[in-house]
């Protein structure tokens, strides 16, 4: 299905790459997603890409994370910049076309202050 990857320990201010590669070729028209949950919150959306190219993110990351995909690597990123110890937190990958959600089993990020 999905296997993210990428995470791990940084400082705060460094930077992170996750991956997340497909099993299968990614359907040309499926909106692509990071999701966080730190531990005692809900998971939250933090970057979106729709098929048609447009990105969403949440406040939190606006300006510092960035949402991309690779058709040809069936592969999405998610670019971590500035990076904070509230960012700490297991990052989710999810895929999705009507009718269908695939998700990733997640990859932890800690940012040591």
């Known amino acids: 299905q999905l296997v993210e990857s990428g995470g791990g320990l940084v400082q705060t201010g460094g930077s992170l790459r996750l991956s997340c590669v497909a099993s299968r070729i990614m359907h040309g028209s499926s909106t692509a997603a990071w999701y966080r949950q730190s531990p005692g919150k809900q998971r939250e959306l933090i970057a979106e890409?729709?098929?048609?190219?447009?990105?969403t993110y949440a406040d939190s990351v606006k300006d510092r994370f960035s949402i991309s995909r690779d058709f040809a690597k069936n592969t999405v990123y998610l670019q971590m910049n500035a990076l904070k110890p509230e960012d700490t937190a297991v990052y989710y990958c999810n895929l999705r076309i009507p009718g269908n959600s695939v998700w990733g089993q997640g990859t932890q990020v800690t940012v040591s202050s």
């Open positions: 890409l729709t098929s048609g190219g447009t990105t």
